[in-house]
């Protein structure tokens, strides 16, 4: 499992962003992945890296085809290959 984590927003729209926001978080909800949102970012996991830069374009794209002519993508990849690591275990390791 490789998981992602995503900071999206156009910066030419002005301070109020969140329907931009909301639209990228909505084509992550629309890939059927198991995600979680904080205030500064989304966190998902997903199968491979094919699977991961679609659903980053799709993030991308929701804002682009909202208008926006500039947007701002931060991504991180955690992509283990040694053990089965999820969003859960990684938590559990804090513990």
């Known amino acids: 499992m490789i998981i992602g984590e995503i900071s999206i927003a156009p910066t030419d729209k002005g301070i109020h962003v969140r329907k931009y926001v909301k639209a990228a978080l909505d084509a ?11 205030a500064m970012s989304t966190t998902f996991e997903a199968e491979n890296l094919d699977e991961l830069f679609t659903i980053v374009k799709d993030a991308h794209n929701a804002i682009i085809n909202m208008g926006s002519k500039r947007v701002y993508t931060v991504l991180k990849i955690d992509d283990r ?3 089965d690591a999820t969003m859960e275990t990684k938590l559990k390791g804090l513990k």
Request: charge should be positive; hydrophobic fraction near 20%.
């Open 28 to 38: 992550i909800k629309n890939t059927g992945v198991k995600y979680k949102t904080s």
């Open 81 to 83: 290959r040694d053990v």
